[in-house]
């Protein structure tokens, strides 16, 4: 069964642009989370969507958005890009809620912001 | 602030050696998971453990669950050049809002 497919792999940008990466999780799979890892900060939750609702959100600014459709399929949006927005960008999708019995991980979107 | 924070930040082994990494914790819990991450890439799912097991083995997965301590261990037998990777801790805690939190990882490095 495929996996949790990111596009796109790899994203420079310059600083006050936005951005959206996508994230389709395993078939079957409703709830989709979202994290951002940096060297510095390690793996930090940015927020998790269920059933089309955004049903957990972490502690990052209005810049950091996101949505889920119908199919499960989930976006994130960055808008206004600062140059510490540069960072690797990990969906995970599981079935149920919050990853309580693990997440399914995709390759992540590498995003450099100039 | 991280639930979860590994020890030691880094791990250099040879090759056949094994590697033990430990991961403490600072609330109550529902479960205990444990990934990897080669260079780079996404995080694989190793193993789960909940609050109420005390040990649990997947292949030369060993991981261990002390809730008195707040603390749990994951030890790799017979270690591989392949299992070079971080690896990294994450808690579910009890009572919380819904989320897996990461510790920062420990960068093991096995050398053939």
């Known amino acids: 069964k495929a996996g949790v497919t990111q596009t796109p792999r790899y994203l420079i940008k310059t600083r006050g642009q936005q951005v959206t990466l996508s994230c389709s999780p395993i078939?079957?799979?409703?709830?989709v989370s979202w994290y951002q890892q940096t060297p510095g900060q390690g793996l930090q939750f940015l927020f998790e969507?269920?059933?089309?609702?955004?049903?957990n959100k972490g502690n990052f600014p209005g810049r950091f958005s996101g949505r889920q459709f119908s199919n499960s399929r989930s976006e994130m949006n960055v808008s206004t890009l600062e140059l510490g927005d540069s960072a690797l960008y990990l969906c995970?999708?599981?079935?149920?809620?919050?990853?309580?019995?693990?997440?399914?991980f995709g390759s992540g979107t590498r995003l450099t912001v100039v | 602030s991280q639930q979860g924070e590994e020890d030691p930040q880094a791990l250099s082994i040879q090759e056949g050696e094994n590697a033990t990494m430990n991961c403490s914790y600072k609330?109550?819990?529902?479960?205990l998971q444990w990934y990897r991450q080669n260079s780079g890439r996404g995080l694989v799912h190793l193993i789960l453990?909940?609050?109420?097991?005390r040990e649990k083995h997947s292949g030369r997965l060993r991981v261990t669950l002390d809730t008195s301590k707040k603390s749990s261990s994951l030890l790799i037998t017979a270690s591989r050049a392949a299992d070079t990777a971080s690896y990294f801790c994450?808690?579910?805690?009890?009572?919380?809002?819904?989320?897996?939190?990461f510790g920062k990882g420990t960068k093991l490095t096995v050398n053939p």
């Open positions: 995970a999708s599981s079935l149920d809620r919050g990853g309580r019995y693990g997440y399914t």
């Open positions: 078939s079957g799979h409703r709830s």
């Open positions: 969507y269920f059933s089309e609702t955004q049903r």
């Open positions: 609330t109550s819990i529902n479960n």
């Open positions: 453990i909940r609050s109420n097991e």
């Open positions: 994450a808690t579910d805690k009890k009572g919380g809002s819904e989320k897996l939190v």
